[in-house]
């Protein structure tokens, strides 16, 4: 398998994506491919004593910026490292694609270049969020690519974060739940109203309701469906959430000679807590809906949490993930049709 | 002054409203109507040594259930503690109204029996949030009580809630910001890129610009402005999250004796900490934009949550709250008229 890796996305490029990529060929025995400037790429690996057995570095002209209009990466930029991993991925020269760089330009170059599956009206982001609980996290869909969204739309989410819940976390029936602002048929706004009623009447997803925000922290359900703006508010509302406690538990035990003592006696539990909420052991979030594995990392990723990412690009495939959505998406077709 | 309290409103009713309603008269200085059935009042407060002076009781016939229909206080539960406090705060009978019901009902009947004050398109419900950071707590408004928002709507909550912000919390240029999913103007829906050029032309208000929810708990700003529909995912996401945390730390403290022992050292820094985030000591969420101050008070609440939400509506009285938004709307007016 041949696993593309933009040299110069993120933070930490290219060294961390480097890195990741050498892990990945050594752990997850993956080909892989670095996309960028090539003599920077080579000059990375030689100065950091980064083995390059596995990995084909493959030259692009240019980075896109991540506050540049996503769109440009298709005209303006379409020799940048992103550009140029997509297109090797729609032409079939490799297998899934990884990024930390700009999410709304992976998700454009991932919408027109790799192209959207059959049947999809738009592809969409979905984020593991960790979570307390019975469940260990849920699928939040769409975290952010839409805006504006149509009751179709979701309904569309809700097919392909139970696919991707079914294969990538070996779940048979996940629990596919609505965010609202209560559990009642009619609460919301008409999107949610009209979309209620719509996935109510789907056989092909376990539909559970409406869920209320404070059940997800809580472990609610195991994939939440809801349009881009709430779903984008409610992971970085969960981001900024974890930045105030990690600031609450440090200035609790900062406080004096003794609360540093007791920070001792339960450093090993705070690490377990911060590991179960830590991004990069969870890999990227997966852009679903396109023809191939696109996985946007997070952007301060380090090589750890490439090489989950890429871990995930691998089990994608191994899975068919897009397949399978694919199918999903005909099923919901075919059934509406039946309905009509 | 004179403050109706709903004596069967909330999970503890009627100990706790009766109890709260006490402690108001000794450390308030003001004087309590509590309204329900007269001979429950009265038993209540027999049963539990609650005396009865400084507080009258007026009678009611029913209680409108949590999950009843809000607009039916204004027919079939008419007679409902709710609805005859309120009517005794629009008839000049008393200066305030405060219930820990439901707070559709309270919506209702604050809008239709109190009435909407001159000029106020949609009355409001704005809700103070604790936080990190350099700032105590933010304004979130609206806070749930308008699923569906118009632009200009979202102008009179920055104005409704600059002047409560101002009056409350002695602020005097409350920083104002626009819930949204990017800091750039052309971020979000419709309805948050048409409010943000309104809000940026609006010299009443301190405009700040977009506020991404990752920025909400570490203090980003003063007053936060989003429809009632992202407002209710923010304010039980928020919840949630206090819910997990609460979690978390029993976890961390509670798994062996060592960690129990760290406990008792950091005891101090945890009960100061969970005081920082506890809606007890903050009062409730007043409705604003309804001609006297009417406040919702948590549905779980004490004696103490009450007393605290009763000091709040003293303080909206002593402050003219609803007479400075009345004047800060008919600025808003002005300018919009002389734009035009």
Redesign the interface.
Known sequence: MRIVIDGFGGDHAPLEPMRGAAQAVAELGVEMVVVGDSEKLENCAKENNIPLEGITIKHADSVIPVDEEPTKILKAYSDCSMAVGLKMVADGEADAFVSAGSTGALLAGGTFIVKRSKGIKRPVIATLVP??GGKKFYLLIDS?AN??CRPEMLAQFAVMGTAYHKNMMGSTNPEVAL?N?GTEEHK???L?QQSYQILKGMDIINFVGNI???????GGCDVAVCD???G??????????S???T??LK???Y?NA??K???L??KK??AA?KKSVDYKEYGGAPILGVKKPVIKAHGSSDAKAFKNAIRQAKFCVEKNVCGEIESGVAQLKAGDEANA
Do not use: H, W
């Open positions: 979570t307390g952010g805006s504006d965010i602002i919301g706004c008409e949610q209320e925000a404070r059940q997800l922290p809580l881009g703006f709430t984008n508010v409610v992971l970085k509302l969960t981001e900024g959430f930045a105030y406690f600031g609450v200035s609790i035990f406080s003794a609360t003592m007791a920070y006696l339960v539990q705070i807590f």
